[in-house]
């Protein structure tokens, strides 16, 4: 019932920096813990990181730890994303996901998916 759409996503060049969105619509943003993933080519789909419903919680992707930050402002009903260092290792292709009863890096936790956007680092 509810959608998520992601924005944001783009070429970067090594070293530089990206912000993602995913807007929730069609029930209360609140309600459900959020996380990224992304999945690279040739590579089974990766757990980035992840947010609590009320946003002070959070968990990161060992490769991710110290470049990337999730947040959510619950009065937009958005999530976020900020990459920073990218590395050609982020090449990827980043979808939002919420889930209405657990906080989990595991993907079959999730009960909605947004439509995944293109990340690409060029070296």
């Known amino acids: 019932q509810i959608h998520l759409v992601e924005s944001g996503g783009g070429l970067v060049q090594t070293g530089g920096s990206l912000r993602l969105s995913c807007v929730v619509s069609g029930g209360t943003f609140s309600n459900y813990a959020m996380g990224w993933f992304r999945q690279a080519p040739g590579m089974e789909r990766q757990f980035v990181a992840i947010?609590?419903?009320?946003?002070?919680?959070?968990t990161y992707a060992d490769p991710v730890v110290g470049r990337f930050t999730i947040t959510r402002d619950n009065a937009k009903s958005t999530l976020v994303l900020e990459m920073n260092s990218l590395g050609p290792e982020d090449t990827a292709v980043y979808s939002c996901a919420a889930s209405r009863k657990y906080y989990s890096a595991y993907d079959y936790a999730y009960d909605h998916w947004g439509q995944g956007i293109q990340v690409t680092v060029s070296s």
């Open positions: 947010i609590n419903w009320v946003g002070d919680h959070t």
